[in-house]
């Protein structure tokens, strides 16, 4: 089995997914809280005021153990909790609900959570130290937990917008984080997390088959539960997400493949927070290609990439941590259907999207593939559906695709054996 | 025991099975008195693998009657894969209990290490292969064949592969740039060309390179056959046996 790949968000995906406000200008590192209209809605600056100045933050947490990327292998990690309450505890992780809230629900929700911060070399994870076993012990419980956070000072209150995880609120360093309750750990967790001998990957994919959550097992594999021995440590939220994405994925794949082909031309769409997820399921052995385009001062992408037949894999260089976490709802519901087929998804960004992190383009598919797809006979008649739905701008990825290509000029061998 | 073979080096038997796994996954082995074969394509249905070991390579061969053996490519290559260079291989099938013994002995050493792999389902349906004639036939360097493959991939996806009476020619055409790779006959990278006309077709360079890498290792030279747009065959002559492969082509 292979190490885990880690990879680094700078690059193309970082550049596409920025703040664009009026107020900051693009950089949320120079926001405060007297101009930023994200902030607004939250609580009054009396009532924050109030919760921030004094030494300890008290509030429940969802729990969220957030690990940066900046500095790695030396990270900042630290809890995460809600200066609102309990319910909005609750929400600020889960990921699958946050389609029905809205944008502004939703950074509210996000924008009240108070990071509790500590650099910590990502080895730590294995340490025996008691302020990474009561982060640990936090992570591992699936219900909100009330924490206490003493901090070091007073908190900065600006936004920390990131390309892949969701954005959090105040953040300043901890001295001391403890827990006001008994954690309820399912033993799932409890049995995976004490198995110093399962590799990271069996580990998430026993997780999955239990049940969990994705953003819990995120969770788990950032907090340095996961894995053998030798492997744990602190992942970055960020890199996290995808590794989750893509490990579910590729034991998906893996049954997906011996499935029979589906018998026509689908395509599936959902759209929703300024963004729009189409899927196209053609009936061809599995292989996947994401066309990603974002409407801002006219249409510029489309950012590919994709996987043909027999390729080894590769990372999604051009469209980032967006390729897997939309592969993901693909293969659970190829794999829910017991079929086989090529899928290519055209996902789509509208000024007015602020960057909340990968998980809309998995949500997105999964409210698309929910639904009724169109049905067609041919190829011809689906792309000139799509071209109708999406766009005239599909033609700059119809000219480039592979997955196309591949489909109009690789003859099987099935020909020559009638 | 239906079928017990024993082959002198473990190494050498792990090589072929690794190229088999370049197209298939897992496949079904096919046993009687005389030797072990397996055609299999790839579930894409684009490239197929033609094995067959006769029994002249085994120092010891005994099959009661015909098996079908379906097995893990990957798996049996896994276990395979921890074979020393001085150490033999005996395999032996049960066919009621439906498991491969692998055992890798040392007689130097008096070690023996044993594993089994538990057989799968046979899928039903045996795999009919192509009936094709070729109009061209090419025996080429394994080591430059590969270096040719690799060089394409640096550009493009596919490549056309051209049998002329005087060379073999390997051109390539991406959104960035051309390649092109000449064996001209008479030279070292080509040994023998028989061909009366120009013939060339274009296949995808992940199939090629998948077969080529795992099958330079088990032979020097490589015969390729080939008609204008229609699948190429590529063959790796081995001792007691047979090893090739067919992909089909892309056409534009």
């Keep these: 089995m292979k190490q885990l790949k880690l990879h680094a968000t700078t690059g193309p995906e970082a550049r596409r997914e920025r703040v664009e406000c009026p107020e900051c200008r693009g950089v949320p590192r120079y926001c405060s809280l007297n101009v930023c209209p994200y902030f607004r809605g939250l609580l009054s600056r009396e009532a924050l005021e109030r919760k921030l100045s004094s030494e300890s933050v008290f509030g429940p947490s969802p729990p969220t153990v957030f690990v940066g990327s900046y500095g790695y292998p030396k990270v900042r990690v630290g809890p995460m909790l809600s200066l609102l309450d309990e319910e909005h505890a609750a929400l600020a992780e889960d990921t699958q609900r946050w389609l029905e809230l809205g944008l502004d629900k939703i950074l509210d929700i996000r924008l009240s959570m108070l990071y509790g911060r500590r650099y910590s070399p990502v080895t730590a994870a294995r340490s025996q130290e008691r302020h990474v076993m009561i982060l640990q012990e936090l992570a591992m419980s699936l219900k909100p937990v009330d924490t206490e956070v003493?901090?070091?000072?007073?908190?900065?209150?600006?936004?920390?917008?990131?390309?892949?995880?969701?954005?959090?609120?105040?953040?300043?360093?901890?001295?001391?984080?403890?827990?006001?309750?008994?954690?309820?750990?399912?033993?799932?967790?409890?049995?995976v997390a004490a198995d110093t001998d399962m590799k990271a990957e069996a580990s998430v994919n026993k997780l999955y088959t239990a049940g969990l959550r994705e953003y819990d097992i995120v969770r788990l594999l950032s907090a340095g539960l996961l894995g053998t021995r030798i492997e744990r440590r602190f992942v970055p939220t960020e890199w996290s997400i995808t590794a989750v994405d893509d490990i579910i994925g590729k034991s998906l794949r893996k049954n997906v493949k011996r499935n029979v082909l589906i018998s026509d031309f689908l395509f599936y769409t959902a759209s929703g927070v300024h963004n729009r997820v189409s899927v196209a399921l053609l009936p061809l052995p599995w292989m996947f290609e994401v066309a990603e385009f974002w409407h801002r001062n006219g249409v510029s992408g489309p950012f590919m990439d994709s996987e043909l037949p027999l390729e080894r894999d590769r990372y999604p260089e051009n469209v980032g941590g967006a390729y897997h976490a939309v592969r993901l709802p693909i293969l659970e519901h190829l794999h829910?259907?017991?079929?086989?087929?090529?899928a290519i998804a055209v996902i789509e960004i509208w000024p007015g999207w602020i960057p909340l992190g990968v998980w809309r383009f998995r949500e997105l598919a999964r409210r698309a593939l929910a639904g009724e797809p169109r049905r067609f006979d041919d190829l011809k008649e689906l792309l000139s559906h799509m071209r109708e739905s999406i766009g005239r701008h599909l033609d700059l990825w119809v000219r480039r695709s592979r997955v196309l290509r591949f489909y109009e000029e690789q003859r099987s061998l099935g020909l020559w054996m009638r | 025991m239906a079928f017990r073979m024993r082959l002198p080096s473990a190494d050498y038997f792990a090589d072929l099975v690794k190229a088999i796994s370049a197209v298939v996954e897992e496949g079904t082995f096919t046993i009687d008195g005389s030797s072990m074969r397996l055609t299999s394509m790839d579930p894409a249905h684009i490239s197929l693998v033609n094995f067959e070991l006769s029994k002249s390579?085994?120092?010891?061969?005994?099959?009661?009657?015909?098996?079908?053996?379906t097995v893990s490519i990957n798996e049996l290559y896994k276990l395979l894969s921890r074979a020393r260079k001085n150490e033999s291989l005996i395999l032996e099938?049960?066919?009621?209990?439906?498991?491969?013994?692998?055992?890798?002995?040392?007689?130097?050493?008096?070690?023996?290490r044993s594993f089994t792999l538990n057989a799968l389902e046979t899928a039903t349906g045996k795999t009919a292969t192509p009936n094709l004639t070729f109009e061209a036939r090419a025996r080429v360097n394994a080591d430059a064949l590969k270096?040719?493959?690799e060089?394409?991939?640096?550009?493009?996806d596919y490549t056309k592969v051209t049998i002329a009476p005087d060379a073999v020619m390997f051109s390539s055409k991406g959104e960035l740039g051309t390649h092109q790779t000449r064996f001209i006959r008479g030279g070292t990278a080509v040994y023998e060309i028989e061909t009366d006309k120009e013939v060339s077709a274009?296949?995808?360079?992940?199939?090629?390179?998948?077969?080529?890498?795992?099958?330079?290792s088990l032979a020097d030279e490589t015969v390729i056959e080939l008609s204008t747009n229609r699948p190429i065959k590529l063959a790796f002559p081995i001792p007691s046996g047979k090893l090739e492969y067919l992909i089909?082509?892309?056409?534009e």
């Design chain 2, 93 to 112: 099938y049960d066919d009621e209990k439906k498991n491969l013994t692998v055992i890798l002995a040392n007689p130097a050493a008096s070690t023996e």
């Design chain 2, 202 to 216: 274009n296949f995808s360079l992940t199939y090629l390179e998948k077969i080529i890498k795992p099958g330079k």
């Design chain 2, 147 to 149: 270096d040719a493959i």
């Design chain 1, 150 to 191: 003493w901090l070091e000072k007073r908190p900065l209150v600006r936004a920390g917008f990131q390309v892949r995880a969701a954005p959090f609120g105040p953040s300043a360093p901890a001295k001391r984080v403890q827990i006001a309750e008994n954690p309820q750990v399912p033993r799932i967790v409890d049995r």
């Design chain 2, 151 to 156: 060089d394409a991939s640096l550009v493009s």
């Design chain 2, 57 to 69: 390579a085994a120092e010891e061969y005994s099959c009661e009657r015909p098996v079908e053996m």
């Design chain 2, 248 to 251: 089909a082509p892309r056409i």
């Design chain 1, 336 to 342: 829910k259907l017991r079929r086989q087929a090529a």
